[in-house]
């Protein structure tokens, strides 16, 4: 998968070539299918991908693109809450005053 575009928007796509294999006559075991799915995440999703590679029980291709939705939908949370914890603390300026005292501005 693509860095920059979107996972939901490259399920879509992914889908759509699914669909695309269907209407050819092209079956391709659901297995298969969703062990593809999981090996095209991106890079920065290593741990992720061996979760789900590891799991004892098989989902079905719906339920794996629900997942990998809803983990795309906390990491985004993820870096918005890491990004204005930043800014909070960069916030922060201390200056010392000629009486030896600090003060927050």
């Known amino acids: 998968m693509n860095k920059e575009k979107d996972v939901?928007?490259?399920?879509?796509?992914?889908?759509?070539l699914l669909e695309d294999l269907e209407i050819?006559?092209?079956s391709l075991c659901d297995e298969f299918v969703s062990k593809l799915l999981i090996e095209k995440l991106p890079e920065?999703?290593?741990d992720y991908k061996q979760?789900?590679?590891y799991r004892h029980k098989q989902m079905s291709l719906s339920d794996l693109?629900?997942?990998i939705i809803i983990e795309n939908t906390n990491r985004k949370k993820n870096v918005a809450a890491r990004t204005k914890a930043m800014s909070t603390k960069a916030n922060l300026i201390f200056t010392y005053n000629l009486n030896h005292s600090y003060i927050l501005l």
């Open 65 to 67: 693109i629900t997942h």
């Open 8 to 16: 939901k928007v490259q399920i879509n796509e992914y889908h759509k």
């Open 44 to 46: 920065s999703w290593t």
């Open 24 to 26: 050819e006559n092209i």
């Open 51 to 53: 979760q789900l590679n």
